[in-house]
């Protein structure tokens, strides 16, 4: 996958999959944190965090760029972070 050509549309994570590893969380800490089930949550500007599908625009933190998030995603060992780009096709796993 060519990540430099990689638009993020949206993200959201399979809590089914999450184990709480956290690898996400260290990559990119402005996005990602874990709720009290251990889960992670993408950190939302004005909205309370979800694991549900969220789009890039509605993320607090603007600046992070593409491929920080695809590397987020690509960190965690069970893949239960599936990203999609702005045509809503599933580009990760
Ligand atoms: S890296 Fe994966 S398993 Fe770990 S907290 Fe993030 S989403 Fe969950």
Same mark, same amino acid.
């Given at each position: 996958?060519?990540?430099?050509?990689?638009?993020?549309?949206?993200?959201?994570?399979?809590?089914?999959?999450?184990?709480?590893?956290?690898?996400?969380? /260290?990559? *990119?800490?402005?996005?990602?944190?874990?709720?009290? =089930?251990?889960?992670?949550? @993408?950190?939302? #500007?004005?909205? +309370?965090?979800?694991?549900?599908?969220? /789009?890039? *625009?509605?993320?607090?933190?603007?600046?992070?760029? =593409?491929?920080?998030?695809? @590397?987020?995603? #690509?960190?965690? +060992?069970?893949?239960?972070?599936?990203?999609?780009?702005?045509?809503?096709?599933?580009?990760?796993?």
């Amino acid at each position: 996958m060519d990540t430099e050509k990689i638009k993020i549309g949206k993200l959201m994570i399979d809590r089914n999959l999450c184990i709480g590893a956290a690898s996400c969380i /260290a990559v *990119a800490p402005s996005t990602f944190e874990l709720d009290p =089930d251990n889960k992670a949550v @993408l950190r939302r #500007k004005a909205m +309370p965090p979800t694991s549900d599908a969220t /789009a890039r *625009a509605d993320l607090e933190d603007q600046g992070v760029d =593409d491929e920080m998030l695809l @590397l987020a995603a #690509k960190s965690c +060992p069970t893949q239960a972070i599936i990203v999609y780009d702005e045509e809503g096709k599933q580009i990760y796993p």
